[in-house]
Nanobody, 120 residues
Framework: QVQLVESGGGLVQAGGSLRLSCAAS????????MGWFRQAPGNEREFVAA????????YYAHSVKGRFTISRDNAKNTVYLQMDSLKPEDTAVYYC?????????????WGQGTQVTVSS
C-alpha cells in the first residue's frame, strides 16, 4: 500500500515557476515508477511526466518537454515536478501516481491532487 500527498501548487503568472512535491508512505517507494498527471476543467486526465524506478529514466508529454523536470529522492520517499516557463494552458489539478508496472500503464495509487493556476 502506498499513500501519496501532493503539495506545492498555487497561483503563478505566465512565465513563472512552481515545484510540486509528492510525499509517499511505504517502504517500497523506490520500487515504483512515479508519474505526474493533470486534469483541467472539462478535460480528461492526461499524462505529464514519469520517472522509472530502476534507472531513473524520465518521460514527458510533448506539451511540457523542455519546461518541466521530474525527479525523485528515494531517501525522502518524494518525487518532484519542477515546472518552468509556465503557460495558462498548464492550469489544472496535478496528481502524482505510483505504478508497479511501466511508466505508461499500471498506476495503482493516486494522490488527491494539487491545484496549479497560471494567470496570463
Amino acid at each position: 500500500q502506498v499513500q501519496l500527498v501532493e503539495s506545492g501548487g498555487g497561483l503563478v503568472q505566465a512565465g513563472g515557476s512552481l515545484r510540486l512535491s509528492c510525499a509517499a508512505s511505504g517502504r517500497t517507494f523506490s520500487t515504483y515508477t512515479m508519474g505526474w498527471f493533470r486534469q483541467a476543467p472539462g478535460n480528461e486526465r492526461e499524462f505529464v511526466a514519469a520517472i522509472n524506478w530502476s534507472d531513473n529514466s524520465t518521460y514527458y508529454a510533448h506539451s511540457v518537454k523542455g519546461r518541466f523536470t521530474i525527479s525523485r529522492d528515494n531517501a525522502k520517499n518524494t518525487v518532484y515536478l519542477q515546472m518552468d516557463s509556465l503557460k495558462p494552458e498548464d492550469t489544472a489539478v496535478y496528481y502524482c501516481a505510483a505504478s508497479s508496472g511501466s511508466w505508461y500503464i499500471g498506476y495503482d495509487y493516486w494522490g488527491q491532487g494539487t491545484q496549479v493556476t497560471v494567470s496570463s
